[in-house]
């Protein structure tokens, strides 16, 4: 007669379930899992049955490869156990949204290349390192960071375009650390051929020496390095339309407005730029600012927020400083004070409010920002002049081919 299955049957038996829809190819999903379901019901020696057969169909497909047998990628074999671990990580949504019984081996194969790569042969996504350069050297043993700016070709059929953008970039496991991957803006040179990113890099110990950041500081020049994704910002609006427009960056941030703000200039609109750092030295591109400012007098002013000067100051007083016209440098962060002052004091309430504005930065710095102009009456659904569309791979790939 049957006999009901103990705690520890159960147990073990979920746990097959769940090994089967990681490892088995559909042709075989279907019928293991009957198996394994089965077992709930059947008495203890059926259940023994069931799972010697399972395990030795998971053991031929553990050799690979998985989940991509039916189109062919890797070519290579990989460890089932070792790619299924991967794609959990990277793909938990996927795992979520499919049913349980029917993983579909070519959207994940074409959701992999295009992530993490590891069912590619070699990954078509990746980038080789062309240039670097020393933007900003540390200035302390500790506490301060280095920033390069860091020239990368793009590969055949690469897909990038936008007045900005955004790229993961893929660093190899290191230090019992896994899926490395990281966010960078990214600027495309006038023949969408290469790209830079502008990275900060920090010295010393973990944390910062097993981030992204630190190994591109490492890469050698030549090497490559794997960028599995983009995602252009669009303008929300047609930028000639934007009379007034509003810029605030933090740090590195400045790099993503780069590339707007020339635009932006030679449309015509009048631009305001409110830029946050600790100290003067580490303003980042100063001297194209500059050059933007004696181009355009009359539509462009920059105003540095420092908040460790060299000597102390008193918040929002005048720092001394080599500004050239159109420029100015204050003590202190950014602020609702600073915002309200350099937007509102020029452009009016009105004005202040119906312009457009670009806010770049860490998270946190970028909510901060928003709520200061908030407090204006600016709407950041409907004055954000960049938005972000959904990612993409950085190659397209056809399905059922490696990426």
């Known amino acids: 007669g049957e006999s009901t299955p103990t705690k520890h049957q159960r147990k073990k038996a979920r746990r097959l379930r769940e090994v089967l829809r990681l490892r088995a190819p559909r042709f075989l999903t279907g019928v293991s899992l009957t198996l394994a379901r089965s077992t709930l019901l059947d008495p203890p020696f059926a259940m023994g049955l069931s799972m010697a057969v399972v395990g030795v169909l998971a053991s031929c497909v553990d050799r690979g490869p998985w989940p991509c047998l039916e189109s062919g990628c890797p070519r290579s074999s990989v ?68 920033v390069q700016r860091l020239t990368f070709a793009l590969p055949a059929g690469a897909h990038a375009s936008g007045p900005t953008a955004h790229v993961k970039v893929r660093a190899p496991d290191s230090g019992g650390q896994r899926n490395r991957v990281r966010a960078y803006s990214m600027r495309l ?19 910062h020496t097993r981030g992204t950041s630190a190994y591109l500081g490492g890469v050698a020049v030549g090497s490559q390095v794997h960028v599995p994704q983009t995602r252009a910002l669009r303008w929300a609006t047609e930028p000639t339309r934007a009379s007034r427009v509003g810029l605030i960056a933090f740090g590195v941030g400045i790099a993503e407005c780069m590339e707007p703000l020339e ?57 001394e400083s080599e500004c050239v016209a159109g420029e100015r440098a204050t003590a202190g962060r950014a602020n609702a004070g600073v915002v309200a002052e350099e937007f509102v004091g020029s452009w009016g309430d009105e004005g202040a409010r119906t312009a457009y504005y670009v806010v770049v930065g860490t998270g946190r710095m970028e909510h901060a920002a928003w709520e200061w102009l908030a407090a204006l009456g600016v709407s950041r659904r409907d004055n954000d002049l960049l938005q972000g569309v959904r990612w993409q791979p950085l190659v397209p790939h056809a399905r059922g081919r490696n990426a």
């Open 263 to 319: 635009f932006l200039l030679a449309a015509g609109v009048e631009v305001r730029l409110v830029y946050g750092n600790r100290h003067e030295r580490q303003i980042l591109y100063r001297r194209e600012l500059r050059e933007l400012l004696q181009q355009y007098p009359s539509t462009f002013a920059v105003r540095h927020c420092l908040s460790r000067p060299d000597a102390p100051h008193e918040p929002d007083t005048e720092v």
């Open 189 to 207: 040179d006038s023949s969408n051929s290469s790209f830079t990113l502008t990275v900060k890099i920090y010295p010393g110990g973990p944390p």
């Open 79 to 146: 460890s089932c156990e070792d790619l299924g671990s991967a794609c959990r990580a990277f793909f938990r949504d996927i795992w979520l949204s499919l049913p349980s019984a029917d993983l579909e081996g070519r959207r994940v194969q074409d959701e992999c290349s295009a992530t993490c790569g590891l069912c590619s042969d070699p990954p078509a996504s990746h980038c080789t390192l062309v240039s670097r350069e020393v933007l900003m050297e540390a200035h302390e043993p500790s506490g301060t960071f280095e």
